[in-house]
């Protein structure tokens, strides 16, 4: 588990491919791996990482193609930056909100724009994830904690202050970039917790639709 507070910006160093998927080297930084052991988790643009060497300066590990298939991770070269985060540990404070590091879907920035000292982005996600996006509800974009500040349709906008700026790779965002995102948690637990017993059958579509929850008391006539 992760916060979404990125620890560092690291420096994709190598991509090897090997046996039908890819070791990576990620060169971390200022990120502290006094701590980290082999087989260790380490959230790399937000998708969880399994550290499998430690030269030292970084730290190599394997992406599935699952991973390469689901993520923006396909996007990444030698050369380019990405956001860090350990997992978490017993005392490690919950800035930001609870994150698994598994990618729901990828994103695209549509625009961005200045907005005081901060950056306004606005992000289109996939069709199948704008249910779970809410107004002022948490998001993870490339492994960072946000707050949706405004919904219309699968698009939502963000407003990124200096300090998240200076501290990701959000400075370098533009218009047309993919983005890993991870919605929240809860909302995913929520969507299956209300299917009730439902759960346990097949799927035959997405789950909980306006029909669904109308036939079953949510909403009122």
Known sequence: MFTGIIESIGTIRSLTPKGGDVRVYVETGKLDLGDVKLGDS?????????????????????????????????????GSKVNLEKALTPTTRL????????????????????????IQFRVRAPKELAKYIAHKGSITVDGTSLTVNEVNGAEFELTIVPHTLSETIMADYRAGRR?????????????????????????????????????NGFLKS
């Open 179 to 215: 983005v890993n995102l991870e919605v929240d948690l809860l909302a995913r637990y929520l969507e299956r917790l209300l299917l009730g017993d439902k759960a346990a059958e097949p799927s035959k579509g997405s789950g909980i639709t306006e029909s669904f929850l109308a036939a």
């Open 95 to 118: 800035g930001g909100h609870l994150v698994s590091g598994h990618v729901d879907g990828v994103g695209e920035i549509i625009s961005r724009s200045d907005n005081a000292r901060a």
């Open 42 to 78: 380490i959230a790399v643009n937000g998708v969880c990482l399994t550290a499998v060497e430690l030269p030292g300066d970084g730290f190599w590990a394997d992406v599935s193609v699952e991973t390469l298939k689901r993520t923006a991770f396909i996007d990444l070269k030698s």
